[in-house]
């Protein structure tokens, strides 16, 4: 018997690997986007503006100046709400926001109207004086373990009453905006650092020249009737730019997020989570003093009771955004969402016939959505899931 001299192996067949289901990337991806923190913040800015183009969409609302009136109401609070977020992400709450507005617009008007000095100065000492009080409060939650609740709500309390008394005491008056000749809102429009900075609009020529080629409304003298971007919005947009770049893509981002999550465990591997909360209650601070500075500069004067409720509108727009009341987990982007809602909605019920009484109510309503909406997102991280 001869055998043959090359013995060929039988062919294996070999199933080619199936392509992948387009359906199931796409289910995937579409999770991915709900886990994202600012996914309901994004969802609900745009129901609300579905809601207002049917209701109000024929009223103003969208033209060039209306955009800018809840575009302002926007920016204001979305400046404290990018120090809010940051807190949050690192588990903490700061409650003293609100009397903080009203503590620095004092500490900037009371300087310039009866001390004398000159009003980029009298800012400064006004940012300085409460990232030092916000240093406190960092200070003795870190150092006592006292909730950060029951530490922020004292110095509401403190911040508020120094306010009116301190006021009354050094000016006679809760409401400071001139003091004889002096008038405050010329004094800062004189002030080419925070008139530059704090006071105004961008982009004027650019609106006059929609408002002369009949894009946009325009005045009997052929100017626009929006006079352009206020400051305020600038703030916004830049500090939203940071505190997001700062979240996602810096080492100080994943040390806030690591110190939301787990103190402890942050702490164990090295994190200086002391430092990292102090520093949040700093920066907090200093934009509730930022807001009053623009606020300030805007109305031409400052009040000791301005800034009622701030601190809880900031809060919300955080949870709105997607931020957790443990901590650990949040977005400066749904912030600033969350922020834009509120602006709409405030300035967008005054075009409708809808009670203004109904915008608190919505408030209320927004934030339970809110909080069951992170609820569930946090339950799904915790099980692994997207």
């Not at 500075?293 to 301005?306: E, K, N, P, T, Y």
């Not at 922020?339 to 408030?363: C, E, H, K, M, P």
Request: net charge positive.
């Amino acid at each position: 018997m001869t055998l043959p001299s090359t013995i060929v192996a039988p062919a294996v067949a070999t199933a080619a690997p199936a392509a992948a289901d387009e359906r199931l990337r796409a289910v995937g991806a579409w999770r991915r986007l709900l886990g994202r923190p600012e996914s309901g913040a994004l969802s609900g800015a745009v129901l609300v503006f579905i809601v207002f183009a049917f209701s109000a969409g024929g009223s103003g609302m969208f033209s060039a100046e209306g955009i800018v009136n809840w575009g302002t109401v926007a920016g204001f609070l979305g400046v404290i709400a990018v120090g809010a977020a940051l807190l949050m992400v690192a588990g903490e709450f700061d409650l003293s926001i609100g009397s903080m507005i009203g503590f620095a617009g004092m500490l900037l008007a009371v300087p310039c109207l009866y001390w004398g000095w000159p009003v980029w100065l009298a800012a400064l000492f006004a940012i300085g004086v409460a990232c030092a009080l916000g240093a406190v409060n960092g200070w003795l939650v870190v150092k006592t373990g006292l909730p950060s609740f029951i530490v922020t709500l004292a110095f509401y309390f403190v911040l508020r009453g120094l306010s009116l008394a301190l006021s009354v005491l050094m000016t006679g008056k809760t409401i400071v905006s001139s003091n004889g000749p002096a008038v405050l809102s010329e004094l800062i429009a004189a002030d080419p650092v925070t008139h530059a900075l704090f006071q105004g609009h961008v982009l004027t020529g650019a609106f006059n020249a929609l408002a002369h080629a009949g894009l946009i409304a325009a005045r009997d003298d052929g100017t626009a009737l929006a006079l352009g971007i206020p400051k305020v919005v600038v703030w916004w947009l830049a500090l939203t730019a940071i505190g997001a770049f700062v979240l996602a893509r810096m080492r100080v981002g994943n040390w806030i997020l690591a110190v939301g999550g787990d103190p402890n465990a942050a702490k164990n591997v090295g994190i200086p989570v002391g430092r990292v909360k102090i520093a949040l209650f700093m920066l907090t601070a200093a934009c509730a003093a930022l807001f009053a500075i623009l606020q300030v500069a805007d109305a031409g004067s400052a009040a000791a009771d301005r800034g009622l409720q701030k601190e809880f509108e900031a809060i919300i727009a955080a949870v709105i955004g997607g931020c957790l009341l443990t901590g650990g987990y949040g977005s400066v982007i749904g912030a600033a969402l969350g922020a834009l809602i509120f602006g709409v909605v405030q300035i967008g019920i005054g075009y409708t016939s809808i009670d203004n009484n109904w915008y608190r109510v919505f408030l209320g309503g927004m934030l339970l959505v809110a909080v069951l909406f992170n609820n569930y997102v946090r339950r799904r991280v915790a099980l692994g899931r997207r």
